[in-house]
């Protein structure tokens, strides 16, 4: 596949700019809120990218475990 698996010309350039302080945030979902619909799944992606910027959504509940991070 041309995406995946990186590569380090790919990793390189994001390891220069993270250590500038350049957020990398790729759209990756998650199965821990147990998404039953491709709609499930990008408003998982949706709703992480806007907790990042601070912003408050309700495409998705929150999960409430130990050691959770912001967004």
């Known amino acids: 596949m ?8 790919h990793l390189r350039p994001m390891v220069n700019v993270a250590e500038v302080g350049v957020v990398i945030h790729p759209p990756m979902s998650s199965f821990y809120n147990k998404p039953q619909s491709l709609y499930d799944i990008v408003n998982f992606t949706v709703g992480r990218a806007l907790g990042h910027f ?7 509940k929150l999960w409430e475990g130990a050691g959770r991070t912001a967004g």
Do not use: I, K, S
Request: a neutral charge.
């Open 54 to 60: 601070d912003l408050g959504h309700n495409l998705f």
């Open 2 to 9: 041309r995406e995946t698996p990186l590569r380090l010309g």
